[in-house]
């Protein structure tokens, strides 16, 4: 099975942070896949729900890759709430395999995944069972009390 990452940030302006953060790190804006135009028309080519693309979103590139394909692609995710105790960082280990896997076996993947991560020290937050938009997902926080998400 194929095991991805990628670093996730909440922010409130994620333009003026993929410029930032692609100066810091050396890394590159990523571009839409497919020869699409932006991530909005790659998402909404692959079929992700109108209610899941917030005005703006996917407009201008919100990740950013490392060019030399090292290191792990960073998203930079617009939220609406500013920093207060919530760290604006988190993983997003990504284990189910993506919207081309049928539901019950990302859902499948995913428990397994949270189920060892308990194990290891880990807190469920939240469980995210929503079958009618195609969504099974995790919220967690490390022995230490950070979040992260298992999709």
Request: with cysteine; proline share 9%.
């Amino acid at each position: 099975m194929e095991k991805t990452m990628q670093l996730t940030i909440d922010c409130s302006d994620p333009q003026k942070m993929v410029a930032f953060w692609a100066l810091a790190l050396g890394y590159v804006p990523e571009p839409a896949p497919d020869g699409h135009a932006t991530w909005r028309a790659y998402w909404e080519a692959i079929g992700v729900p109108a209610e899941e693309l917030p005005t703006g979103a996917g407009d201008i590139p919100e990740s950013i890759v490392d060019p030399a394909g090292h290191g792990p692609r960073v998203w930079f995710q617009q939220v609406p709430e500013p920093k207060t105790a919530k760290n604006r960082w988190h993983f997003d280990l990504k284990v189910g395999g993506g919207r081309d896997v049928p539901l019950d076996v990302r859902a499948q993947r995913v428990r397994a995944t949270v189920d060892r991560l308990v194990a290891a020290g880990a807190t469920v937050l939240k469980i995210k069972d929503e079958p009618t938009t195609g969504l099974c997902a995790a919220a967690m926080q490390d022995p230490e009390g950070n979040e992260f998400d298992v999709v």
